[in-house]
């Protein structure tokens, strides 16, 4: 079965500042997507960034970006220029290759960004 | 689009009564998922569809669960009878049936059960 871990579950930054939010999963699959979803307070959950496993590349999303290093089954997510809009739980997540196939999430992070 | 639509957003009921959460996905998309969010368990897939026929139920934690398709613009998680450890967050997601698609969530139902 698929892992996702967190093990950071608080983390805060200055506004305009740098912070990463560490992932880690556990799979035997080759094919694979992963994800960063982001929770306000509103509790809406809004994608902010996913990678495919069989790109090299590290996707980015303008201040958001991912170091997916795939052979340390590693995927961190770093928010430049941090606002205080960032401030949300944010949620790794992994998702088979398959079509239709369901997410496995990690525990969360809770983001705070401080004025 | 209108995105995801989940209802009721709140429920508040007492143990013992039934409980309807219902969903509309997005138009167009084939795969339909269910969410609970809790504090102690965190995110857990309860069960999802694709073309309306279910796929995956292992997450639904008994028999008291149950949820149903019956087309592509609708579906409902019932509980029955509700148990206050069912007091969660319920979300609700839907998805096209192809590659690295996003799940597109609905604002999800808070349910308290007293």
């Known amino acids: 079965a698929q892992t996702v871990t967190q093990s950071q579950p608080e983390m805060s930054v200055q506004e305009a500042e740098t912070v990463t939010l560490s992932c880690t999963y556990d799979?035997?699959?080759?094919?694979?997507?992963l994800f960063w979803y982001k929770q306000p307070p509103s509790r809406q959950m809004i994608l902010v960034i996913r990678q495919e496993a069989y790109k090299q590349q590290n996707a980015t999303e303008n201040r958001f970006s991912v170091n997916f290093q795939k052979a340390a089954k590693s995927f961190s997510l770093k928010i430049s220029d941090s606002q205080l809009g960032d401030a949300a739980m944010y949620f790794c997540a992994y998702r088979r290759g398959t079509s239709g196939s369901r997410l496995t999430f990690g525990e969360g992070t809770q983001l705070t960004v401080n004025p | 689009d209108a995105g995801v639509i989940q209802s009721p957003r709140h429920e508040v009921t007492e143990m013992g009564q039934e409980v309807t959460l219902r969903c509309k996905p997005i138009s167009g998309h084939n795969s339909l998922f269910w969410y609970r969010q809790t504090m102690m368990r965190g995110l857990e897939l309860l069960i999802y569809?694709?073309?309306?026929?279910?796929?995956?139920d292992s997450g639904m934690p008994e028999d008291r669960f149950s949820a149903k398709m019956p087309n592509a613009s609708f579906s409902t998680l019932k509980i029955q009878p509700s148990e206050p450890r069912d007091s969660a967050v319920y979300f609700c997601a839907s998805s096209p049936f192809r590659g690295a698609d996003e799940q597109f969530f609905g604002p999800g139902t808070r349910l308290t059960v007293l």
């Open positions: 799979t035997s699959e080759s094919d694979y997507y």
């Open positions: 569809f694709n073309n309306n026929v279910p796929i995956d």
